[in-house]
Antibody, heavy 123, light 107 residues
Framework: EVQLVESGGDLVEPGRSLRLSCAAS????????MHWVRQAPGKGLEWVAG????????NYGDSVRGRFTVSRDNAKNSLYLQMNSLRAEDTAVYYC????????????????WGQGTLVTVSS | DVQMTQSPSSVSASVGDRVTITCRAS??????LAWYQQKPGKAPKLLIY???TLQSGVPSRFSGGGSGTEFTLTISSLQPEDFAIYFC?????????FGGGTKVEIK
């Protein structure tokens, strides 16, 4: 069974940094691209960042580009999101999600999601 | 980036009703369209991808259609467990974009 477990969410002040982690199990982690998607309270879904199976491709949503960095450690079956210069509008539940097909970067259908971790940015 | 517009934003329906949700893309996306279901306090769940391919384990009362810029999700006979929020998502290229969501409520 595929499992994705996010951690690292917290209450932080504007301008500070936070690192999220996602522990993966139940599939061959280094065969799949991975993504971060967030959802502000009561709002819709926003794609944040994605990384290919071997880390040779990364991309970011416009609202986080230059502040957030996605990375992965295939030896540890883990995905990360380093969030710097946090803003109030970054407050959201952050989900990690698995790409549907092996080795693919395109057709980014997300077939497994974690339960999410809450990041609150407030003074 | 591609913008995705869903309609309606909410719909009230009864068990057994047929419900159709529409998603429009701001530019041509071929068949690069998926649908997700989200229940309160839970993560989204992939229902349909590539416009009409049913994800494994998803009931056959769900179906997807369309192409180009206009797409639909149809629930042929609404069941109690289908009351949720539904999101479309385009995947023409990364970054991907989600629609604003459609809440299916009990009438």
């Amino acid at each position: 069974e595929v499992q994705l477990v996010e951690s690292g969410g917290d209450l932080v002040e504007p301008g500070r940094s936070l690192r999220l982690s996602c522990a993966a199990s139940g599939f061959i982690f280094d065969h799949y691209a991975m993504h971060w998607v967030r959802q502000a309270p009561g709002k819709g879904l926003e794609w944040v960042a994605g990384i290919s199976y071997n880390s040779d491709r990364v991309n970011y949503g416009d609202s986080v580009r230059g502040r957030f960095t996605v990375s992965r450690d295939n030896a540890k079956n883990s995905l990360y999101l380093q969030m710097n210069s946090l803003r109030a509008e970054d407050t959201a539940v952050y989900y990690c999600a698995k790409h549907i097909s092996r080795y693919n970067w395109n057709d980014a259908w997300l077939d497994a999601w974690g339960q999410g971790t809450l990041v609150t940015v407030s003074s | 980036d591609v913008q995705m517009t869903q309609s309606p934003s909410s719909v009230s329906a009864s068990v057994g009703d047929r419900v159709t949700i529409t998603c429009r893309a701001s530019q041509y996306i071929s068949s690069w369209l998926a649908w997700y279901q989200q229940k309160p306090g839970k993560a989204p769940k992939l229902l349909i991808y590539a416009t009409s391919t049913l994800q494994s384990g998803v009931p056959s009362r769900f179906s997807g259609g369309g192409s180009g810029t206009e797409f639909t999700l149809t629930i042929s006979s609404l069941q109690p467990e289908d009351f949720a929020i539904y999101f479309c998502q385009e995947s023409k290229s990364i970054p991907v974009t989600f629609g604003g969501g459609t809440k299916v409520e009990i009438k």
